[in-house]
Structures are given as C-alpha cells and as structure tokens.
C-alpha cells in the first residue's frame, strides 16, 4: 500500500503511513459524510456502508416526472461548517456548491391572515415587531442580545466539545445558570416579548430539530443569533447537491461508499469495536467505527445488550424521543410567484397542538405546516412552467399508535384542502406529481428509533453529557455522529458532531 499524501489550504502537505488504519463509518448523512471527509483528512482508509441507493439519510432526493425534492433538510445557516471541509481537502466550497442566501428567510402566517416576515436586516426586524407591537422593540433587542450570549457559549464553546465525562459539565454550570438554560425557549422568549404572536413567531425555530417550544432548554435560542450572523442559504441544484458534493470528497481522498450496505451489527470483542457485519452477512473489519445511524438504533439494534451498561433497552425506553413528520412532496402545472421560498403556516392553536403531538401523541385535525418552495430560489428543480414543493407537518411518533396506512391519504387531502384555502389557490387541479413520508418511513427506512425525525429530544436532561456520547460509553474505538449525540439534530448539529471527533479519534501515524 503507497503512503498517502494530504495537503490541507495553507499547510504543507502530510505523508501518512502506509497500511493506514481502517475507519468504517455506517450511514451517509451529513453528520456521516462529515465524518469520512475528517478521517480521510487525518489519514485515515475510510469505508461509508450506506443501507439506501444514494447517500444523504434524511437528506436524500426524490427525481419524478421531472421534479427534483429534497427530502429533509432545506436551510443552511452556518455555511463555514462546508467550507471547513472543502479546506481539508484542498478544495473551495464555491467551487463546488452555489450558496444562495435566501432573504427574508421566511414568512409566518397566522391562522387569520396576518403575517411576520424574518430577514437578516435588524431594521427590517425591528419594523416588523413595531408593526405587531411598537411596545415588544426594546423586548426583542434584549432577546437578541441573549439569543448572542446563548450563541457564544452553546455554539462557539460547546458545539465541537466532547462531554464524555460528568466533570466536563461542572465548570459550565454557572453559564448556565446566567443564560437561564433551565428554562423553555417559548418561556425565555416570554420573558421579553408581551405580545402572544411575537412570542410565537420567536420561539417556533426548536420544530426544525425536533424540539417542542414550551419544554426544550432555551439553549436553542441560540438559533435567531446564528440566522442573523451568517443569514439563511439555499444550495442551488437542491441540498442534496452538497451530498453528492461530499460524495465525491470523500472518493477524491481514496475513500469508499458502497450503497445498499445496511449494518446489522457492530462486531465487539474485549469490549472494543472490531467492525461490522452486513445484511448479507459479510463482515467488514475496521480500527475504529463510527455510526451516523440513529444513536438509539445504534444501541438498541447494533449492539449485544451484553455489552450495554447505560443503554439499556430498559433506558432507551425510558427515553423521550423527539416528534414525528408529515412530508408530502408536490409539483404543479403552474408556478405560484407570489410564495416565498420558505413559509410557516400556523393553525389555530400553538400550545394545543404541540401538547397533541409530544405528550399525547394523537393526530389532531388541525396543523402547522413548514412549506417549501425551492423553485422561488432555483427554477431548474422543475420543469419550465411549474413550481417545486413540499409541505410539512409535525405529527406524533409512532408511539402514539397511528395507522398511517390509513391516516395518510385522508391527511394529505386535508393539508392540500387547507392549503388551497390559503396560499395555493386551486391547488388540487394543478398537483401533476406527488409522493408522502410518514412516520413510518422514518423507521422502516430511516432506522429512527420509534419513527422519531429527530432521535432524542433536545431536553436540557437529554443534551451534553446526558445525551448519548461522541465516544460511545458502552465499547472502546466506537464513535457517533448525527442527531441523537451531542450537539444534536440540524444541520449545523450533525456537522458539529462530526468537528467533536477531531479530539476524540486516535491520531495516524505520519510517515
């Protein structure tokens, strides 16, 4: 085996070893990709096992009758994550990815009509919130200010920091206590903001990591400061253009991906990962392994419960997972120039319904809805003439018990009735190509623990050490990445987890 050289942007080229380690990592996700690129970077020979046709996980892509959809993620607001990467292979993002900032990032719609627009411009902002309630300004100005503070210590100190051990959360007690990270995101919105849709239109941003307002810690504020930092991105050619993108990283450094690969089990002996075995039964041997599976699937189903100490089965279903979704993708004969790019359509009821969904777990016949229409930003995602979308709903996990079976055509109908009602006229008509996810293709072809979206829920007492660690705790030379370790779900989370492995992967030898 040659030595393998790796240059970096501004550092004199590495020569590794040859007979390089073997690092094998399951799942192609970001928070998966991420990985294999870093490794291969350090040195590493890295072989991606992915269980579907085309890398991404959640980030797949739908192609029919001439429509282009992205399955999951859609937004990207902290673009030197990608950059950081390209870097490492001595490449240019721009040169691969056209980022397209998407400003105002998205427009809220109340139930009657009224609307909120979001943009990057704190003007703009403050004449929006003085348009709802000239008396919330100087509220929101203190938000942003803590939404800043919260950013500085949860993303810029904490977002590529192991927790692997109980004393590394003890000297950040004090921050916490000072950001008031014991409380919700609605209820520290709360605390500044008077007007009940203000204090909506703040707090929603948690759904987009699978998190309910009213419980998760209010570290996630941190998420209005990181839009208006680096702003709200749109890849042109659709997300998954940075998939295949990190794809081909991944091969240019001598890496692997082989498809339709789904792990069955993680291979331990003497307490440390020895590599993994396949649905076909081959068995793949690796130094270490690295798993961008869902971090309870991983436990649950990839590893021996002789080998489990705190991830019992017993625990993990204990565990609160995070909701469901509700994706029906749709192309129509027509465009509709009047919808922005990014839309949130809020039902009748906020606390109401987000009680249905996380603690009772019932379908309910009312929704909000995330709708996305990439052709406001990229035509080419659809034929000449028509208009690209998907709308999304947040719906229970399957521990509530739905029949989807039966539950999703009649849901589908009624999200497309409410939709014509609203911002697509006379959409049943004009819908020439469709296709629905439920919660039951999170699990069946997702491996989500329970069809969660998200994994865990972002609880503050299921985030940093209580989350499940980069380093697993069960088995040595065993890593995660993805939504259910620390940071957590989104994509700058799962990017995140990745940057955690840097301090925590052993080093390869240089030659």
Not at 417 to 446: A, G, N, Y
Not at 495 to 506: E, H, I, T, Y
Request: proline share 7%; aromatic share 10%.
């Amino acid at each position: 085996m040659s030595t393998l050289t790796v240059e970096r942007v501004g550092a004199p080229a590495i020569q590794f070893a040859p007979d390089r380690p073997h690092a094998v990592v399951i799942g192609s996700g970001f928070g998966g990709l991420a990985a294999a690129i870093r490794l291969g970077a350090r040195g590493y020979r890295v072989t991606v096992l992915e269980k579907l046709d085309q890398p991404g996980g959640r980030a797949y892509v739908h192609r029919q009758d001439g429509f282009t959809f992205d399955a999951g993620p859609t937004i990207v607001t902290a673009p030197f994550l990608f950059e950081e990467l390209w870097n490492m292979c001595g490449r240019r993002l721009a040169d691969d990815v056209e980022l397209r900032a998407v400003d105002p990032f998205y427009r809220l719609r109340f139930d009657d009509g009224e609307t909120f627009q979001a943009s990057r411009d704190p003007a703009a902002m403050r004449a929006e919130v003085a348009r709802l309630s000239p008396d919330d300004v100087e509220g929101f100005e203190r938000f942003m200010a803590a939404s800043e503070a919260i950013y500085r210590v949860g993303f810029e100190r904490l977002g590529h920091v192991p927790f692997d051990k109980i004393a590394s959360m003890l000297p950040l007690l004090p921050d916490f206590i000072r950001l008031k990270s014991y409380r919700s995101v609605y209820g520290l919105v709360s605390s500044h903001i008077k007007n009940e849709r203000l204090r909506v239109a703040l707090s929603f941003q948690p759904l987009f990591i699978g998190g309910n307002p009213f419980t998760v810690t209010s570290i996630y504020c941190l998420i209005a400061y990181l839009e208006r930092r680096f702003g709200v991105f749109f890849a042109m050619g659709g997300t998954g253009r940075l998939v295949t993108k990190m794809a081909d990283l991944i091969e240019g450094q001598g890496g692997e991906i082989r498809y339709g690969a789904e792990v069955t089990s993680i291979t331990v002996k003497d307490r440390a990962a020895t590599g993994v075995r396949l649905a076909s039964g081959e068995a793949i041997p690796a130094d270490i392994v690295v798993s961008n599976a869902d971090a309870a699937w991983t436990y649950g189903h990839l590893l021996p419960p002789d080998t489990r100490r705190r991830w019992t089965d017993r625990k993990l279903a204990r565990t609160r997972y995070t909701m469901s979704l509700f994706v029906w993708y749709f192309g129509t004969s027509r465009r509709y120039p009047e919808v922005p790019h990014h839309s949130i359509l809020l039902g009748p009821r906020y606390k109401d319904l987000l009680r249905d969904i996380f603690d009772r777990k019932v379908l309910a016949s009312d929704f909000s809805l995330y709708l996305h229409r990439p052709t406001a930003t990229d035509p080419s995602l659809a034929p000449d003439g028509c208009d690209a979308f998907y709308v999304l709903s947040p719906v229970p996990n399957l521990l509530g018990g739905t029949d989807w079976e039966q539950a999703a055509e009649p849901y589908r109908q009624a999200i497309a009735q409410r939709l014509s009602e609203t911002v697509l006229p006379d959409l049943q008509q004009h819908v020439i190509t469709s296709r629905m996810t439920t919660p039951k293709d999170f699990l069946m072809r997702l491996c989500s623990v329970n069809g969660a979206a998200f994994s865990l829920q972002p609880l503050f007492t299921q985030s940093a050490w209580f989350r499940p660690h980069n380093k697993s705790e069960e088995v040595d030379r065993l890593f995660l990445v993805g939504a259910g370790t620390h940071p957590g779900a989104g994509v700058p989370g799962v990017l995140s987890s990745a940057r955690v492995l840097d301090r925590l992967v052993p080093h390869v030898p240089v030659a």
